[in-house]
């Protein structure tokens, strides 16, 4: 029976496992997700085809399933973990119930890799939300409310960011500036421009990095996409001490 194996990359070819590899050298058709996160795909050594957010959502992955169908084993790519975003656990049962075998290989998440990288505890992170773009003038309150919420019980937010309808990330200055201006809409002093965040960018690339600086400063920034941003709460000491001497935060962060 032919198998499907969807492969966790891990946030950088630097993170791909070993059982990532043995996979992609036991397919004959290798596909990966273009649009989720960034990643340079001729770093693997196989030739890949792309497939947009259109070929695996609304079409369910009908070129994966035509490999299938021809008795060929298929690897369906996609950075980071595989199963963080809801859209390939969709797939995956989809598969299944067609009567497809499927392997899940684990990757490094960005979700444990950022709050590693900014040397916070996995024991304080609250509810995750995305910081998304207005839609006809529409502004979506949810990163809002999940951070006003976790703050008031002590706890970190981790936000990812929207991907543009052109396939473009979202920047950290674009997701400031919507932060401040759900802000200015809603003022109860959750995103306000002195408010200090973590932005975690292009983590496991050479120009990858991490900053701690005010929401107002970040609005102006340059950090790359794809990028999260964490609204840290209280920090313990060993967490403060962390992000002052790694990244030079700020003593009153």
Same mark, same amino acid.
């Given at each position: ?7 966790g990359?891990g ?8 059982a ?7 397919s004959?058709?290798v596909? #990966?997700?273009?649009?989720?996160s960034?990643y $340079?795909f001729?770093k693997l ?5 792309l497939?947009?957010?259109?070929e695996?959502?609304?079409?369910s992955?009908a070129a ?7 008795g ?7 950075p980071?973990d595989?199963?963080? #975003?809801t859209a ?22 960005i979700?444990?890799?950022?709050l590693?990288?900014s040397?916070l505890?996995v024991?304080k992170?609250?509810g995750v939300?995305?910081?998304t773009?207005?839609r006809?003038?529409?502004?979506s309150?949810?990163?809002? =409310? ?5 703050l008031?019980?002590?706890l970190h ?7 543009r ?8 200055? $674009?997701?400031?500036?919507?932060l401040m =201006? ?7 002093g ?9 932005t ?7 120009e990858g990095?991490v900053? #701690?600086a ?5 609005a102006?920034?340059a950090y790359? #996409? ?12 060993v ?6 001497s ?5 003593? $009153?962060i």
């Open positions: 029976m032919a198998r499907l194996y969807v492969v990359l946030i950088s070819p630097a993170f791909l496992t070993e990532a590899k043995e996979a992609l050298e036991r004959d058709c596909f #990966a997700d273009s649009y989720t960034y $340079d001729s050594g196989a030739r890949v085809t497939l947009d957010r259109r695996l959502e609304d079409r992955g994966i399933e035509e490999c299938l169908r021809r060929k084993d298929a690897a369906l790519l996609v980071g595989p199963l963080t #975003a390939h656990a969709a797939l995956i049962a989809e598969f299944r119930r067609k009567g497809h075998e499927v392997v899940v290989i684990p990757g490094v998440s979700v444990c890799a950022a590693s990288a040397c505890s024991y992170l609250g939300a995305t910081v773009y207005p006809l003038g529409v502004y309150l949810r990163p809002y =409310e999940v951070v006003e919420q976790n008031q019980r002590g937010t981790l936000l990812l960011l929207d991907i309808d052109d396939g473009g990330f979202m920047t950290p200055s $674009d997701a400031a500036n919507i =201006e759900l802000e200015a809409r809603e003022r109860r959750v995103f306000s421009g002195d408010r200090r965040v973590i975690v960018y292009r983590l496991g690339w050479p990095g900053a #701690a005010p929401l107002a400063e970040l102006s920034s790359p #996409a794809p990028a999260v941003i964490i609204v840290p709460a209280r920090l313990s000491p967490e403060r001490e962390c992000l002052v790694l990244y030079g935060a700020p003593l $009153d």
